[in-house]
């Protein structure tokens, strides 16, 4: 789809202005600035001879394949991951499942890193396993040295930097080289940083996963999965994405398409309120560690300087070990951080997790017994976020 005039320039375009004008006509669309909502199943054909000669390349034929409302969010999400062209599924997870059935056969190895998605995991560990996937979990710092983890066998590397929880950086480009060198493609989950934050297939990486629900929506309103592939995987993905019926529901679309002419302006107020409470919350007592990756300090800081343009709201905090009264004080009464799962809208989010794993990643770190909380830093006004987790620790230390 057409972009407006304004844009039409052969100088190299921001990413904060194509997100603002990628995906309009309004030429076509009788001067609208938005393109409308197509609720469409059936598309019409003038005859019968244009029925039987339409070529592959129509660019509609039924709606689950295309309207001209997904036409412009995938478009426009092409153009900013780089790739040759983007599908859109009902969800984030979905876009996970539908980018690794697209390159994973029965009797296939896959290494995944351990800080993934828990549903990914759980979608490997079922699914894939019934598949007979061999499906084996990697250090995710464990950079270059993953190729003495690569079989003849492994089909694909599923990476996700940072992973949601325990934050980890990986060293993408030196994974995409192990994975390559022994002809297994790269997945990447790159919900955290966006197109904007991180380039996936600028990096190595083969197909870029996004769960649009987070930030490209950014109203937790809606729910949304893009994937999108370099040109050697794009027919293949293509195959998959039809196979399975996969589409997004127009209105939907919609939601995503408004959201993505804010997403610059969004991470770049998530990426400073992150910073100012990630900042005060490393100086607290009851903190024993901030995992956040922008800061100088934490862990994976030098690979996400070197290879990310910023970083969004999204971190999480180790706390001294406490009692599961003392986390419920400090939590269950916030004024603006509210108890609930995603991420990625204009809320502020405060969730604790207690699994084994990140029981396992607390005693690897020095901090056994430690309890994780996962913080997503919101709009609201920086200070008085501060002024709401100080509160919060204050009854934790006091019910402690």
């Known amino acids: 789809m057409a972009r407006d005039k304004k844009t039409k320039s052969k100088t190299k375009i921001s990413d904060a202005s194509l997100a603002t004008t990628l995906g309009r006509d309004a030429k076509a669309f009788i001067g609208a600035v938005n393109p409308p909502v197509y609720h469409a199943s059936t598309i019409l054909f003038d005859s019968y001879e244009t029925l039987k000669t339409l070529p592959d390349s129509a660019p509609y034929t039924y709606g689950r394949f295309a309207t001209p409302t997904s036409q412009a969010l995938t478009d426009s999400i092409a153009c900013l991951e780089g790739g040759a062209g983007s599908f859109l599924t009902p969800s984030g997870l979905s876009a996970c499942v539908l980018a690794l059935i697209a390159v994973v056969r029965p009797n296939d190895h896959i290494l995944v890193t351990d800080s993934v998605y828990g549903p990914t995991r759980q979608f490997c560990d079922s699914y894939l396993a019934q598949m007979g996937v061999v499906v084996d979990y990697y ?90 592939a370099t040109a050697e995987l794009y027919d293949k993905l293509k195959q998959h994405h039809r196979l399975f019926g996969l589409c997004a529901a127009p209105d939907d679309i919609y939601l995503a398409l408004r959201g993505l002419r804010t997403l610059p302006v969004r991470l770049q107020q998530h990426m400073a309120n992150a910073l100012h409470v990630a900042q005060w919350l490393s100086e607290q007592p009851a903190v024993c560690e901030v995992l956040y990756p922008a800061l100088p300090e934490a862990a994976g800081h030098a690979l996400w300087q070197r290879d990310f343009l910023g970083a969004s709201g999204l971190f999480s905090i180790l706390l001294e070990p406490c009692s599961d009264e003392a986390i419920a004080a400090m939590i269950d009464t916030m004024r603006f951080f509210k108890i609930g799962y995603s991420w990625g809208g204009y809320e502020s989010l405060i969730v604790p997790f207690d699994t084994p794993r990140i029981a396992k990643f607390c005693e690897q770190r020095g901090q056994a017994g430690a309890r994780l909380l996962r913080l997503h830093i919101g709009l609201e006004d920086a200070q008085e976020l501060q002024q709401d987790l100080q509160e919060g620790l204050e009854r934790l230390t006091a019910t402690n």
């Open 139 to 228: 250090d995710p710092a464990i950079g270059a040295a993953l190729s003495e983890q690569i079989t003849d066998k492994t089909a694909a590397v599923f990476v996700e930097s940072p992973g949601s929880i325990t934050m980890d950086i990986q060293d993408i480009p030196a994974i995409s080289a192990a994975a390559h060198a022994r002809g297994a493609v790269v997945l990447m989950d790159n919900t955290w940083a966006t197109p904007l934050f991180f380039k996936p297939l600028q990096q190595g990486v083969d197909i870029s996963i996004q769960a649009a629900t987070k930030y490209i929506v950014g109203h937790s309103d809606a729910m949304l999965g893009t994937v999108t």
